[in-house]
């Protein structure tokens, strides 16, 4: 018996050092890739990778929202630590100037920098493992014609400032399933060319995916919505979707200019429609909405329209309640009295997707923190929303969150206090 655990003890002990030495992470680098491309191929392939770039949204993850852009240094808060995302720039030193073609596949491809270290999982290789060959090539060409910026990011914090790279192994082990990009030969081009740019490059589903305890992409669960940095994504899938109102143009219009009658885009989302979206080429974003709104028939579900106040919203003793009154002193002049909002100044909250979303968790901490302003593509802006915080009480926020929920999102159960007191603070 003493044996037998020895054995097992052994084993596990030689499996566990195989796969921190890496011995399971493959190497998915096509041959090509370690022939180096020319000057004259670099110059005609970076148009093409610009475009790329703005569908990965390389830049909304390395740039600041004032600044060089690809200089790095955006920080991402996990609940182990902070990670600042690296210089792309071709600096040599602080960048990726010493990158070879192979190096550039291999950090896309298998999630694995120069010099052969784990990247975590911040970088989406997960998702950006499915794109072909070509593309990776002319993304390499695009960031290798930018300005090298000789600039270092700080340093990551909590677990990250410890050697755990290599750990990632582990990691990778259990929630890198190698995937391929969803073709379907029945479908339109459209629906192909969005399931090749949601599921790969776009990554939509890092954000909008939930994580398993592990903080791996639970692709069981593919666009189901989940909480991150504070803000729930909301469900991608067509009928959550369709029951927000939006329809394949509709949500085409939304990611261009990331605003809609669905409300205006923020959070994490504003910066994928500054670095991202809305500077893509509409054929592309055409095809997102084409395959986010399909149905698993094929066919697109009808948008509904924004939801009926429900009797909640009123009292039939007083006529106003005190949510109603709450929203006419303090949302109203900006909001309009029948929540029409103002152009260029303010979101309409009829039609308003925040008010529909079951967790009030994005309502209520706007509502806390604001929205600092805003600028969008065509020239377009939505001003400073301040934060209520210290304005209102926890429950006063509460009755005017049930108010607006039952008045515009059809959403009749109360916001309770507690909820709000769970916000954090973020702004004075």
């Given at each position: 018996m003493r044996k037998t655990l020895l054995v097992i003890v052994a084993v596990l002990v030689l499996g566990g050092l195989a796969v921190l030495s890496g011995a399971f992470r493959g190497n998915h680098i096509a041959v090509a890739a370690f022939e180096p491309l020319s000057a004259e191929e670099m110059a005609v392939l970076a148009p093409r990778g610009r475009e790329l770039a703005f569908s990965g949204d390389c830049l909304g993850c390395h740039s600041p929202m004032q600044g060089p852009i690809a200089v790095g240094g955006v920080p991402f808060d996990t609940p182990f630590g902070t990670l600042y995302s690296p210089n792309i720039t071709p600096d040599p030193t602080y960048g990726i100037g010493e990158y070879t073609r192979a190096d550039f596949h291999r950090v896309l491809r298998d999630g694995i920098a120069r010099g052969g270290h784990n990247l975590y999982p911040a970088m989406?290789?997960?998702?950006?493992?499915?794109?072909?060959?070509d593309d990776i090539d002319a993304i390499y060409a695009y960031m290798m014609s930018l300005e090298p910026i000789a600039q270092d990011v700080p340093a990551n914090t909590g677990v990250f400032a410890f050697p755990l790279r290599p750990f990632m192994n582990f990691w990778t082990l259990l929630n890198f399933p190698r995937r391929t990009a969803p073709e379907d030969p029945d479908r339109p081009e459209a629906w192909n060319r969005g399931a090749y740019l949601v599921e790969g490059?776009?990554?939509?589903?890092?954000c909008h995916t939930p994580m398993n305890f592990m903080?791996?992409?639970?692709?069981?669960?593919?666009?189901?919505?989940?909480?991150?940095?504070?803000?729930?994504?909301?469900?991608?899938?067509?009928?959550?979707?369709a029951a927000h109102g939006f329809d394949v143009p509709g949500l085409t219009e939304f990611l261009a200019s990331g605003i809609?009658?669905?409300?205006?885009?923020?959070?994490?989302?504003?910066?994928?429609?500054?670095?991202?979206?809305?500077?893509?080429?509409?054929?592309d974003l055409t095809a997102i909405a084409t395959y986010l709104l399909t149905l698993p028939d094929g066919t697109l579900p009808e948008p509904s329209p924004p939801p009926a106040p429900l009797p909640e919203a009123t009292d039939p003793a007083l006529g106003v309640t005190a949510g109603e009154a709450l929203y006419l002193s303090a949302c109203a002049s900006c909001h309009g009295d029948t929540g029409a909002g103002i152009p260029d100044v303010a979101p309409a909250m009829r039609g308003n997707a925040t008010l529909a979303l079951e967790n009030p968790l994005n309502l209520l901490t706007v509502m806390l923190n604001g929205i600092p302003t805003e600028e969008f593509p065509r020239g377009k802006r939505m001003y400073a929303m301040p934060p209520f915080a210290h304005v209102l009480s926890d429950a006063d926020i509460a009755r005017l969150a049930t108010w607006l929920r039952a008045q515009w999102g059809g959403i009749a159960d109360p916001v309770q206090e507690a909820a709000v007191t769970e916000i954090p603070r973020t702004r004075n």
């Open positions: 989406p290789f997960v998702f950006t493992q499915i794109t072909t060959d490059l776009g990554h939509c589903g890092a903080m791996g992409t639970d692709f069981a669960r593919a666009l189901e919505g989940a909480v991150i940095e504070g803000l729930e994504a909301p469900s991608l899938q067509a009928t959550a979707l809609g009658p669905q409300g205006t885009t923020f959070g994490g989302m504003y910066t994928v429609t500054h670095f991202s979206t809305g500077s893509m080429q509409r054929d």
